[in-house]
Structure formats: structure tokens, C-alpha cells
């Protein structure tokens, strides 16, 4: 299996040992070539099979995990992926330990255009409605 380095870990853990990737129904799908291209070219899961004229999956570990862009663009239903419900224990981990506030500080860091400044205004109203008073 080929993998881009830098796709071979989410948040630190292993991705091969996170089950997510899509997989293509073949009696539902009609080969158009869609889900090829709305995956992004870093990440390439999927192939195309000239003899049987319908996508493939290639490389589901290069799938971004959470990703479902795929399966929202087949216009034949044809694409599925694991209950994201399967994600909510390792994504409860990262939270829980610190992983994903460290990610974020570092983010915001390296993009300070990503943090927004509420208005003064706005802020004594949060303050206001939920201890009464602000001081």
C-alpha cells in the first residue's frame, strides 16, 4: 500500500489502524469518475479501471479521517464508509488528552487570521447573561 508520509498518522495515532476509508458499491456504480476527482490530488484514494470502466479504491489509508466528501458528491449512492460513530472514542482520546488543544494553539499560532475578536459590545452581553453582572 502506498501512503504519502504524511498521511500515515491522524493526530499522532497509526492510520492503518483506524478503520475509515470509502468503499464503492460496483452494482451501483455507473463509472462516471466523479469521486476520482472530488478527492483531492494530495491524498488520491481512488483508481480508475479502464477494463471495467468504474472507479476503485486504491489506497483507503490515504482517506482523511472523517472525510466523506465522495460518498456526498456520488449521485448514485454508490460509495459508503463505517459508522462515524467508530471515530468518536479515538476523537474523544485526542480531546481528552490534550493532543487536539496543542494542535489547535499551534494552528492559531501559525494562522493568527483564524482567531476572531468579539466585539467589546458583545462580549459584556455574554458576561452580562451569564453571571448577571460583569465586573
Request: proline residues 5%; charged residues 25%.
Given at each position: 500500500?502506498?501512503?504519502?508520509?504524511d498521511?500515515?498518522?491522524?493526530?499522532?495515532?497509526?492510520?492503518?489502524?483506524?478503520e475509515w476509508?470509502?468503499?464503492?458499491?460496483?452494482?451501483k456504480?455507473?463509472?462516471?469518475?466523479?469521486c476520482?476527482?472530488?478527492?483531492?490530488?494530495?491524498?488520491?484514494?481512488?483508481?480508475?479501471?479502464?477494463t471495467?470502466?468504474?472507479a476503485?479504491?486504491?489506497?483507503?489509508?490515504?482517506c482523511?479521517?472523517g472525510?466523506n466528501?465522495?460518498?456526498?458528491a456520488c449521485l448514485?449512492?454508490?460509495?459508503?464508509?463505517?459508522?462515524?460513530?467508530?471515530?468518536k472514542?479515538?476523537?474523544?482520546?485526542?480531546?481528552?488528552?490534550?493532543?487536539v488543544r496543542?494542535?489547535?494553539?499551534?494552528?492559531?499560532?501559525?494562522?493568527?487570521?483564524?482567531?476572531m475578536?468579539?466585539p467589546?459590545?458583545?462580549?459584556?452581553?455574554?458576561?452580562?447573561?451569564q453571571?448577571?453582572?460583569?465586573?
Amino acid at each position: 500500500m502506498i501512503m504519502c508520509s504524511d498521511l500515515s498518522k491522524w493526530h499522532g495515532i497509526e492510520r492503518a489502524a483506524i478503520e475509515w476509508g470509502p468503499a464503492i458499491d460496483e452494482d451501483k456504480c455507473v463509472g462516471c469518475g466523479l469521486c476520482v476527482v472530488q478527492c483531492s490530488e494530495r491524498r488520491n484514494v481512488f483508481g480508475y479501471d479502464e477494463t471495467k470502466r468504474k472507479a476503485i479504491v486504491l489506497y483507503p489509508n490515504n482517506c482523511m479521517v472523517g472525510c466523506n466528501n465522495c460518498q456526498v458528491a456520488c449521485l448514485w449512492d454508490a460509495i459508503t464508509f463505517p459508522s462515524p460513530s467508530e471515530l468518536k472514542k479515538p476523537a474523544r482520546d485526542l480531546v481528552d488528552s490534550g493532543v487536539v488543544r496543542r494542535e489547535l494553539e499551534e494552528r492559531l499560532r501559525r494562522n493568527p487570521n483564524l482567531v476572531m475578536e468579539l466585539p467589546s459590545s458583545l462580549i459584556k452581553k455574554i458576561c452580562e447573561d451569564q453571571v448577571g453582572t460583569c465586573h
